[in-house]
């Protein structure tokens, strides 16, 4: 049964970090690409941050660029977003995703890429 588990959101000031975790179950961590999606308030899509390819290349959308980053442990079979330099625009319920790995490392912001998907995590930045 494949199942991805999201933790680590809550309040923070802006300015603040966050690490949030994803850990993966029911198949092995290089299996899958995966990603971290957040959808803000009154935002009707969720907004594809960052992917990390299974050789460990990763992407970043502008907006998180220079301030997160994705990482994976094999061991732990978990999937990180470290969150630096928060913002209060950063605020939305974050989920992580795994999906198919590309070789050319263009993946897909539309969900229906994403096969499997965590339940979500709350991040709220104070200004």
């Known amino acids: 049964d494949v199942q991805l588990q999201a933790s680590g959101g809550g309040l923070v000031q802006s300015g603040g970090s966050l690490r949030l975790s994803c850990a993966v179950s029911?198949?092995?961590?290089?299996?899958?690409?995966y990603g971290w999606f957040r959808q803000a308030p009154g935002k009707e899509r969720a907004e594809l941050l960052c992917?990390?390819?299974?050789?460990?290349?990763?992407s970043y959308a502008e907006a998180v660029k220079g301030r997160f980053t994705i990482s994976t442990n094999n061991v732990r079979k978990t999937v990180y977003l470290q969150m630096n330099s928060l913002k209060p625009e950063d605020t939305a319920v974050y989920y992580c995703?795994?999906?198919?790995?590309?070789?050319?490392?263009?993946?897909?912001?539309?969900?229906?890429?994403?096969?499997?998907w965590g339940q979500g995590t709350q991040v709220t930045v104070s200004s």
């Open positions: 995703a795994a999906g198919p790995d590309l070789k050319n490392g263009h993946y897909s912001g539309e969900k229906l890429f994403w096969p499997y």
């Open positions: 029911g198949f092995t961590l290089d299996e899958h690409a």
């Open positions: 992917t990390i390819s299974t050789e460990g290349r990763t």
